[in-house]
């Protein structure tokens, strides 16, 4: 199966709190908790949906989005969910999931490119996650997109169907 294009929203566990250092004073200080990361892949080739969340469950990769930086870090992938869609829908999913979810958006996180007015594309959830499932899955159909899982292994890897990333 081929994913080019989509919208994508990571499950996060971060076991200890985290900080990640991007200048002198700037960056964040994460708890230790649940977040949800939302992001979008458009491209072809190397920036399509599947490659973009291959790339998500790597260990150790070279780093150049915010999210590389908590990923190589001690947070842990262990949802994914994703929409085929042609357009940006980022800021609109991590939105609506904001508003269905008792969460806080990381300030600025993820979202240096946004313009949907979004503090950021990282949400920690205020609470442990009951029924997340349920509430992404609302979320993506709100805004009428085919919701769909993948299984993330221990290894952190997925099962697109067609084998394993």
Known sequence: MSLTRGVYTLLIKLENQYRISLKPNKGWYLPKGYYVYTGSA????????EKRLKRHLRVNKKVFWHIDRLLNGSGKVIKVAYAIAAAKMECELNQTISSLLQSTPIKGFGSSDCRGGCMGHLLYL???????????RRAYQLLGLNYRELSVESKGRCNFGSGYI
């Open 42 to 49: 458009l491209g072809r080739g190397s920036t399509s949906l």
């Open 126 to 136: 205020n609470s442990q996650p009951r029924d997340l499932t349920l509430t992404l």
